[in-house]
């Protein structure tokens, strides 16, 4: 059975720092691009970042760009968000998903076929 | 970028109504889109892919069309557990920057 556990989540500071964590079990976690997902309290859903099954290709939202940093260790089955310089705007449920690919002609394109229950990040002073 | 609008954003709905739901991009994406169910307090659960494909054990009540910049999705008999919170998401941008639509509510009339 495919799991997906974030961690990691709690109250910040503004400005502060935060690294949630993302458990993986019950697939090939290295073999697959993974990505976090976010919502703020009684808004919709905001893809945040994503990362290549090998780390070698990371893709951001422009709002977090700078400030936050994915990343993986496949020998650990763990993803990660690092979150610096945050903002007010940042509180949110911080999902993880999986990033599942079906084939299009010679493209491959992604749905989210799997999350987590999600972690609540609160940032206020 | 690719901007993603839904609407109507809120709707009541009687069990047993058939319901559409619409999702529009700002550019064509061909049939790269995605609907996820949402209900309160979880996460949301993939329905549809690739604007019209059935995602494993889902429904068969639900449906999916279109394809370029407008999309539908449709539910032809509303059921006690299909009031929630739908989201369209395109993916021609994939594998990174996926978007989300804003969002239509489905409650109970």
């Known amino acids: 059975e495919v799991q997906l556990v974030e961690s990691g989540g709690g109250l910040v500071q503004p400005g502060g720092s935060l690294r949630l964590s993302c458990a993986a079990s019950?697939?090939?976690?290295?073999?697959?691009?993974m990505s976090w997902v976010r919502q703020a309290p009684g808004k919709g859903l905001e893809w945040v970042a994503n990362i290549k099954q090998d780390g070698s290709e990371k893709y951001y939202v422009d709002s977090v760009k700078g400030r936050f940093t994915i990343s993986r260790d496949n020998a650990k089955n763990s993803l990660y968000l690092q979150m610096n310089s945050l903002r007010a705007e940042d509180t949110a449920v911080y999902y993880c998903?999986?990033?599942?690919?079906?084939?299009?002609?010679?493209?491959?394109?992604?749905?989210?076929?799997?999350w987590g229950q999600g972690t609540l990040v609160t940032v206020s002073s | 970028d690719i901007q993603m609008t839904q609407s109507p954003s809120s709707l009541s709905a009687s069990v047993g109504d058939r319901v559409t739901i619409t999702c529009r991009a700002s550019?064509?994406?061909?049939?790269?889109l995605n609907w996820y169910q949402q209900k309160p307090g979880k996460a949301p659960k993939l329905l549809i892919y690739?604007?019209?494909s059935l995602q494993s054990g889902v429904p068969s009540r639900f449906s999916g069309s279109g394809s370029g910049t407008d999309f539908t999705l449709t539910i032809s008999s509303l059921q006690p557990e299909d009031f929630a919170t739908y989201y369209c998401q395109q993916s021609y941008s994939t594998p990174g920057f996926f978007t989300f639509g804003p969002g239509t509510k489905v409650d109970i009339k």
């Open positions: 690739a604007a019209s």
């Open positions: 998903a999986r990033d599942h690919p079906y084939s299009s002609g010679w493209l491959y394109k992604y749905y989210f076929d799997y």
């Open positions: 019950g697939f090939t976690f290295s073999s697959y691009w």
């Open positions: 550019q064509s994406i061909s049939s790269y």
